[in-house]
Every structure is written in C-alpha cells, then in structure tokens.
C-alpha cells in the first residue's frame, strides 16, 4: 500500500483546509484509514478514521464538529475536510492505513503511512 498526502498550507485561524491522501495498493478485502499530527515535540496523535469498505468513522475529541473525514472509492483518495482552523490544528498531517475494518487510535496499529503535509495555522 502507498499513500500520498497533500493539500497542507498557511492558513488563518476559522479558516478551512482539505487534505487528501491518495492511496494505491489495496489487496486485503478492507482497510482503515486514518489521519494523525505531529506537533513539533509533540507525539503523534490521532485525528480521524474511516473504514474503507463501510460507515464507520471515529474522530478525536479535539476536532469532532469541525473535522470532516470520507473517501472517494473511485479515486481511491481519502480526504480530511478541516473547518474552523484553530492555531493549536498546526501540524504536520500524516494519513495511515491498516487491514481490518476496526478503526484504531494507537498509531502503532497502522502499517503504512504516507509522508506527511504540513498545516499551520496563523492567529
């Protein structure tokens, strides 16, 4: 599996951001996808996740209402929909993949990663 992220840039607090992650490689029946951040000296933490063959999705507590995560199953591509950009969103934003369909938090559960994009986000 290979994941490419982008869509990351400099942008105003309350504005909005889509990221996209384009994915090839998929052979297991289903897959779930996540986004994470990484602050600097900060650890990896989770964002979002959806199940890539059904509804499931699960978000953290810091970006539920403003975060929006979906797919596209034609390009293959997962998207992270960030609204209402706050200073403390400003990462780098990295997507990650899994066989299985449970929708882990623990980024030690994903096995493939792409590279990350970088979101600031200014005062």
């Known amino acids: 599996v290979q994941l490419q992220a982008s869509g990351g840039g400099l942008v105003q607090a309350g504005d909005s951001l889509r990221l996209s992650c384009a994915a090839s490689g998929f052979t297991a029946p289903d897959y779930a996808m996540g986004w994470y951040r990484q602050a600097p000296g900060k650890e990896r933490e989770f964002v979002a996740a959806l199940r890539w063959s059904g509804s499931n999705t699960r978000y953290a507590d810091s970006v539920k209402g403003r975060f929006t995560i979906s797919r596209d199953n034609a390009t293959t591509t997962v998207y992270l929909q960030m609204n209402s950009l706050k200073p403390e969103d400003t990462a780098v934003y990295y997507c990650?993949?899994?066989?299985?369909?449970?929708?882990?938090?623990?980024?030690?559960?994903?096995?493939?990663w792409g590279q990350g994009t970088q979101v600031t986000v200014s005062s």
């Open positions: 990650a993949a899994r066989e299985g369909y449970y929708l882990h938090s623990n980024p030690n559960e994903y096995d493939y």
